[in-house]
């Protein structure tokens, strides 16, 4: 009789639930609203703005956040984020306070900071690069004001709940003002980004192996403005490493790369982007939702900050059949490399502070 019981019955096979993700980049608006006689931010969000920019992130609760222009509010921000997230050292803030500035030359002052910072849920493993600045920027007094700080990317080795390993990279890119691009004045802002995109292929090129990659923060670029369509992807495409997307290209419109920046812009292209990278053997991910939070991210019918926030959930469909033996390591051309506190690199430094391997050392 038990035997009749089980006539018929298909037996019950367990399946793997797929490893879900989810990560998120916003731009802060960090910067203070003002620097010695200068207005720099007026409109910023300022302490009690920031505060909010906190609370929605805790209430958000994403596995993985990259913040940029992570500047003078970063404890407001971070308070209400310690208990759930582990994160990256602060660089550091836009001030004078401790800092020796000749204020007879100005123009060639650099803050050494670079407002790039990570949060990561406390049960997720992250491992930082250290920080690189970009080799080219453009713009001190004028131009969206890009050589006053120490604008760059950093990477990170990230091990998933179940194993996987991806890297990720916090980027923030040289700006552009709306004046300069109307009069067709951006050539060298253009330009800058330009050279700042090779930079980061040649370091993503050089890192992939068989772990994904996901790209993400201010790029301040817009696919029918800047090359970045010819100069990055397609030339990571054509290498044979790899394929990579743009999640909300791929999911929010159509698979299809604008041409036109109003276009763009209509159809909800940001400055913001999240990029993926598919290695050509090992893990796999893909991207399931894309969200720009327009709606979350208002107080009294105006936004926290001048970005919203972009956020992407992924699942990993196929984990590396193989240990990647590969790691984590500095951009060989920066490695060891010392730069003075205004952000200029030196090859036989003097006395005094530096600089190097993205943490501040005396001499």
């Known amino acids: 009789m038990a035997a009749l019981l089980f006539c018929g019955i298909a037996p019950v096979v367990a399946q793997d639930t797929p490893e879900e993700f989810t990560v998120a980049s916003l731009n802060v608006d960090g910067l203070p609203k003002k620097l010695l006689v200068f207005k720099v931010n007026p409109d910023g969000p300022g302490d009690s703005g920031s505060a909010r920019i906190g609370k929605y992130l805790w209430q958000k609760g994403y596995d993985l956040m990259f913040l940029q222009e992570d500047f ?48 990561w849920k406390n049960d997720l493993m992250v491992t930082p690069a250290p920080r690189v600045p970009w080799q080219q920027n453009f713009g001190k007094f004028s131009h969206a004001l890009d050589e006053m700080v120490t604008k760059g990317f950093r990477r990170y080795e990230v091990t998933l709940r179940d194993g996987t390993r991806i890297l990720c990279y916090n980027v923030h890119m040289d700006a552009s003002d709306d004046w300069d691009e109307e009069s067709a004045n951006d050539i060298r802002d253009k330009a800058a980004r330009m050279a700042q995109l090779t930079q980061l292929r040649t370091d993503v090129m050089s890192q992939m192996g068989t772990r994904p990659v996901i790209i993400l923060g201010d790029l301040n670029c817009f696919y029918g403005r800047d090359a970045v369509k010819s ?61 720009l939070d327009v709606a979350d991210y208002t107080y009294a019918n105006a936004p926290l900050g001048d970005h919203y926030p972009i956020s992407a959930t992924f699942q990993v469909t196929s984990k590396a059949t193989a240990i990647d033996a590969s790691t984590v390591s500095p951009q060989p051309s920066t490695l060891n490399q010392y730069y003075n506190l205004k952000g200029q690199r030196t090859s036989s430094p003097q006395e005094g502070i530096y600089i190097i391997n993205g943490k501040k050392v005396r001499k």
Not at 75 to 100: A, C, H, N
Not at 246 to 263: F, H, I, S
């Open 72 to 119: 003078n509010f970063h404890s407001v921000i971070s308070v209400f984020l310690e208990d759930d997230y582990k994160m990256d050292e602060w660089s550091g803030d836009l001030g004078t306070e401790g800092r020796s500035i000749d204020y007879l030359h100005l123009q060639n002052h650099r803050f050494e900071c670079d407002g790039l910072m990570a949060c």
């Open 231 to 291: 100069g990055f992807i397609d030339a990571i495409n054509d290498s044979g490493l790899g394929t990579i997307a743009d999640v909300w290209v791929e999911l929010k419109n159509g698979g299809a790369y604008p041409t036109d920046k109003e276009q763009g812009a209509a159809a909800g292209e940001t400055l913001d982007k999240i990029l993926y990278i598919n290695p050509a053997t090992g893990a796999q991910i893909k991207p399931v939702a894309f969200t």
